[in-house]
């Protein structure tokens, strides 16, 4: 069983060579251009997939040892994602599967972040708990089993991600913005400020309120002081760290409680974030939980965990036909 697995959802183009279960190569194309524009630009990231797919299925299939006569089936993200950036890597994979003659297998994007945990030992047991935290998501998803997974809490209006990149920019940090909160709170006292941590009904989410305060928070004091942000950058990003990871696990620790699920996941670009890694072990100690977290590779977009999740699509005959057309607001 050699699957090649395509990712374009975004601002990365990937693939990756999975045979037999075993991940033979990952490999991963950004998309510099979107630094200077402060986030990325669909049109421009949807060019920049028919740039890079080529070279990048190639290298992938190269680093296998892969000859793409000896493959088993292709894959590709349908959904979440961009548009553009989605028919990018449909389109191509459609072509070459019937180019092939061999079958083709559709991935949901969240579903396939849940599954990374499965790339490499140890795996959570079923049924676990996974937090999937990016740019574009906030959910709680109850996992069954590889393909019967149930979000149980989610955002309501923006994600944790956003939050991270939209506090980044009050502070006139460069994009992507997250990462660097991320590395200055490393030096800064999470406790410096304080921040609502605002509530929503029942495992939702809700982080249009936190933005909306930090940003008066940021407001007043630099009136005062136009060197506050420069002068207390590291607390002032340790603060919002601390709240948004707060938020966050306080709902999965409901979750957890409600469902008497104690296998708890993380998965998603956010859970590369040292604090969230960090505060999720300690309470994972605390409260008796076996907690999994991605290394940092498999948690931003990359084609590995789409090769992870066909590979038990393709273990049911779970294939997709011809006509399939991407899904850029895809359910989980």
């Known amino acids: 069983m050699n699957i090649l697995a395509?990712?374009?959802?975004?601002d990365e183009t990937s693939a990756a060579v999975l045979s037999n279960g075993q991940l033979l190569s990952n490999v991963?194309?950004?998309q510099l251009i979107h630094e200077q524009y402060g986030g990325v630009v669909p049109e421009l990231a949807s060019r920049a997939h028919q740039q890079h797919i080529l070279p990048v299925v190639e290298r992938a299939l190269t680093d296998a040892?892969?000859?793409?006569?000896a493959l088993s089936a292709v894959a590709f993200t349908r959904g979440p994602g961009l548009l553009g950036s989605l028919l990018v890597g449909a389109s191509f994979a459609k072509a070459l599967a019937l180019g092939l003659n061999i079958p083709l297998i559709e991935v949901n994007h969240m579903q396939a972040h849940v599954l990374a945990?499965?790339?490499e030992n140890p795996a959570p047991a079923f049924p676990f708990l996974c937090l999937t935290v990016s740019g574009g998501h906030t959910q709680i998803v109850l996992v069954?089993?590889?393909l019967d997974m149930e979000v149980i809490g989610q955002t309501q209006d923006d994600a944790v991600g956003e939050a991270f990149d939209k506090s980044a920019k009050l502070l006139n940090l460069p994009y992507p913005g997250g990462p660097l909160i991320d590395r200055y709170a490393k030096d800064g006292n999470s406790l410096a400020y304080r921040f609502p941590l605002g509530?929503?009904?029942g495992l939702d989410y809700s982080f249009s309120g936190i933005k909306t305060a930090i940003l008066y928070f940021l407001r007043d004091r630099t009136s005062t002081?136009?060197?506050f942000i420069?002068?207390?950058i590291a607390d002032i990003c340790a603060s919002i760290q601390h709240t948004l990871v707060q938020m966050l696990l306080i709902k999965l620790k409901r979750a957890s409680r409600e469902t008497g699920i104690k296998e708890i996941a993380i998965a998603g670009g956010v859970s590369a974030n040292s604090g969230l890694r960090t505060a999720l072990t300690q309470l994972g100690t605390e409260l008796g939980w076996n907690v999994y977290i991605p290394r940092f590779e498999y948690c931003t977009d990359n084609a590995a965990m789409i090769a992870k999740a066909a590979q038990f699509k393709f273990e049911q005959g779970d294939f997709t036909s011809q006509e399939v057309s991407p899904l850029p607001r895809m359910a989980m």
Not at 6 to 10: M, P, V
Not at 65 to 69: D, L, S
């Open 28 to 30: 991963i194309a950004a």
């Open 117 to 119: 945990h499965f790339i």
């Open 144 to 146: 069954r089993s590889p």
């Open 6 to 10: 395509i990712e374009s959802s975004c």
């Open 230 to 232: 420069s002068e207390n």
């Open 225 to 227: 002081n136009p060197a």
């Open 199 to 201: 509530e929503m009904p």
């Open 65 to 69: 040892n892969i000859p793409k006569n």
